[in-house]
């Protein structure tokens, strides 16, 4: 690193707005931008190369991707200071900088900020912690466990008089849970038990769910644009997504026919995008019935929600193991996670005290 690149943060920056998607500013609230001006951003070029200091320095990677023998950083990580050396992958990367051993820390910010920031680490590490995937992952050929006891008690809840009427109840129970990114290696049971998902973990807990109730149920793969995709992120992981990705859903065979039924997104993660693409206001609220498929990919694609190709399983997709790690997989979500509510898990709901810092008044 050098000298001249590092600036005192200002709060009215670009740089404000990408830290305001890092982990970190998701549980420091009303108080992340004050501490960012604690900070110090650090702007770095192709060949520069960063260590991230002493116990005391607390960084945050803002844009880029920064690589050492250890792994990659990406946007909205946060890594305590270990004397690690990184270089930048691309060209560029930016860092924000926070030294607790300064007087800018010590004195300016007070006991108020300290306790806000120990809070929020405190509540990224239980976020980080629940999102880490066990360390020996599930036989792929076990993710679609039908016959676990929370599966067949949750499918009986959830069944009705009519086959429409059940695959609507486990459709619109499934599509209500939190969408986000992470490890999709996990029994629908996990999933169950979890509470929210990405693509993949929803259908296969839906899929699972609609068997357990004796319905006729499969897996679809469709295209989707980043362009799409993307608005769920914060906007420095898009220039590392590729421009197109593959999607999967579940299908249900309702009166003879495959109904695509895409239980991906609930309301509140479909709102952000329909900020993006109004004309898709009529997607909401999420329904399936007989004769009305549902699938917000195959609309935006103009392809037929009928015209699908269904298959059995999804197990050599989600036996992959996944680029990301589960602290890239938490820095991917705040923006989802801002939107539907999901950080209180981790705060209040749980851990009331660990709120206190979200609620100071400048």
């Known amino acids: 690193m050098h000298l001249h690149q590092l600036q005192q943060a200002r709060p009215a920056s670009r740089e404000l707005a990408l830290f305001e998607d890092s982990i970190l500013a998701l549980y420091l609230g009303q108080v992340a931008a004050r501490i960012f001006g604690l900070g110090a951003v650090c702007h770095l070029c192709e060949g520069d190369s960063f260590t991230f200091g002493g116990p005391q320095t607390l960084n945050i990677v803002l844009d880029g991707v920064l690589v050492s023998e250890q792994g990659w ?3 909205g990580c946060h890594v305590t200071g270990d004397n690690t050396r990184y270089a930048v992958k691309g060209d560029k990367a930016v860092v924000w900088v926070l030294d607790r051993s300064g007087e800018a820390w010590k ?7 300290h306790v806000a920031l120990d809070n929020a680490l405190k509540a990224a590490a239980r976020a980080l912690t629940a999102a880490t995937p066990a360390e020996e992952l599930p036989d792929p050929e076990t993710l679609s466990d039908v016959d676990h006891p929370q599966i067949r008690r949750q499918a009986a809840r959830l069944r009705r008089t009519t086959h429409a009427a059940t695959a609507e109840a486990i459709f619109l129970f499934v599509q209500a849970m939190p969408y986000r990114f992470g490890n999709w290696q996990e029994r629908a049971s996990e999933t169950l038990a979890r509470g929210n998902g990405m693509c993949t973990t ?3 807990l839906q899929v699972t769910l609609m068997r357990a ?11 989707m644009s980043m362009s799409v995709l993307g608005k769920l992120m914060p906007a420095a992981w898009l220039a590392m997504m590729r421009p197109t990705v593959r999607h999967y859903f579940g299908a249900v065979k309702l009166g003879g026919r495959w109904h695509a039924a895409d239980s991906s997104y609930n309301d509140d993660s479909m709102g952000i995008y329909l900020e993006n693409f109004p004309d898709y206001a009529h997607l909401l609220p999420a329904r399936l019935s ?4 549902y699938s917000p990919t195959a609309e935006k694609n103009d392809m037929d929600p009928f015209d699908i190709q269904v298959v059995p399983h999804l197990n050599a997709e989600m036996s992959k193991k996944s680029r990301f790690s589960p602290a890239q997989f938490e820095a991917l979500n705040t923006r989802l996670d801002r939107a539907q509510g999901s950080w209180r898990n981790w705060v209040e709901e749980d851990h009331p005290d660990l709120g206190a810092g979200l609620r100071i008044v400048s």
Do not use: Y
């Not at 004195?107 to 900020?113: D, F, I, K």
């Not at 109730?213 to 295209?223: D, I, K, N, S, T």
């Not at 007989?290 to 498929?293: A, H, I």
């Open 213 to 223: 109730a004796g319905l006729e149920a499969g897996f679809v793969e469709m295209p």
């Open 290 to 293: 007989d004769g009305q498929p």
């Open 107 to 113: 004195g300016a910010a007070g006991r108020p900020m």
């Open 73 to 75: 950083q990406g946007p």
């Open 202 to 204: 929803k259908a296969n």
